[in-house]
């Protein structure tokens, strides 16, 4: 059974860090492409993050600079490492496994 547990959301201030994980179970996570998704009230889910099995990152433009996206292989978990947080990057944000699983979903607030 593959489970995909995030944790480490919260609320912040803007210009405040934050960072999440995602420890997955039931895959082999090492050759696995892994990703962090968005999703904001009234808004469709969109990308922000991937790695590869090799490490190869791609980033979504309005996060580029600010935001992290890592593995450890050992641990079976990819991290998000957010900084320089924004009003508009409130949204659940979720971890994907390939091209099939997702967590469950943690949620991001960054409010003064």
């Known amino acids: 059974q593959v489970q995909l547990v995030e944790s480490g959301g919260g609320l912040v201030q803007p210009g405040e860090s934050l960072r999440l994980s995602c420890t997955a179970s039931g895959i082999i996570f090492s050759i696995l492409a892994m990703g962090w998704y968005r999703q904001a009230p009234g808004k469709q889910r969109e990308l922000v993050a991937t790695?590869?099995?090799?490490?190869?990152?791609n980033y979504a433009d309005s996060v580029k600079g600010r935001f992290t996206i890592s593995r450890d292989n050992a641990k079976n978990t990819v991290y998000l490492q957010m900084n320089t947080l924004k009003p508009e990057d409130t949204a659940v944000y979720y971890c994907k496994a390939g091209q099939t699983w997702w967590g469950q979903g943690t949620q991001v607030t960054v409010s003064s």
């Open positions: 790695i590869s099995s090799s490490r190869v990152t």
